[in-house]
């Protein structure tokens, strides 16, 4: 992998870098300059509601797959064929869906292994890269040209942020209430999250 990585970056360092052209920057990139935009304000805000409605209950579909009964070799294949073919469908109302199902899975009983395997594709591959997709490249449309850098981080710092608590806030919310409770919650957080994200984003 390092190898193939090295050979695609070659023409990079070889060739493409060495003809860009040398521009001046009248402006000076900073976190100021950022901050005081309102839309970079905004995508912001835009960016902490869709990874909490989207990302929350992502790290808790694996465990809830061990605790059904699925053996670890099958998850790998659920995981790895999801992540290699499935990118498509609605992010948020797919969301939404594959966790009331979930939700009624550990509320009312076992439901059969396949069709779990295939919630978990459509829930935590086919949204999570239509979401990624969708989300990035609306954080590009919110950066300034001018310091498009500093903005880009600003988002992507904004997404690893609420990842990071909202993972440690669902387990917690898991651990005590169960699985039924917290995939019910984490679906209606999705359902809220549409037009919570329509009123907040500009067209």
Request: hydrophobic share 60%; aromatic share 10%.
């Amino acid at each position: 992998m390092a190898g193939l990585l090295f050979l695609l970056g070659l023409p990079f360092l070889l060739g493409i870098a060495h003809r860009l052209p040398e521009e001046t920057r009248p402006h000076i990139p900073s976190l100021a300059a950022a901050l005081r935009r309102s839309s970079l304000r905004r995508g912001l805000l835009v960016a902490a509601v869709y990874v909490t409605a989207q990302k929350i209950a992502l790290g808790m579909i694996g465990p809830f797959l061990v605790d059904a009964g699925l053996d670890l070799s099958t998850i790998g294949l659920v995981n790895g064929f999801g992540s290699l073919f499935v990118g498509f469908g609605l992010a948020l109302a797919l969301q939404s869906v594959c966790l009331i199902c979930f939700a009624a899975a550990a509320t009312m009983g076992p439901f059969p292994a396949s069709l779990l395997m295939i919630l978990a594709i459509g829930s935590s591959s086919a949204v999570l890269a239509l979401g990624f997709v969708a989300l990035y490249a609306q954080f590009m449309r919110w950066s300034d040209p001018r310091q498009a850098g500093v903005d880009f981080t600003l988002f992507q710092c904004m997404d690893a942020l609420v990842s990071m608590a909202g993972g440690v806030v669902a387990r917690q919310v898991a651990h005590f209430l169960g699985y039924g409770v917290f995939f019910a919650c984490a679906a209606a957080l999705a359902t809220l999250a549409m037009p919570l994200m329509a009123a907040i984003a500009d067209r």
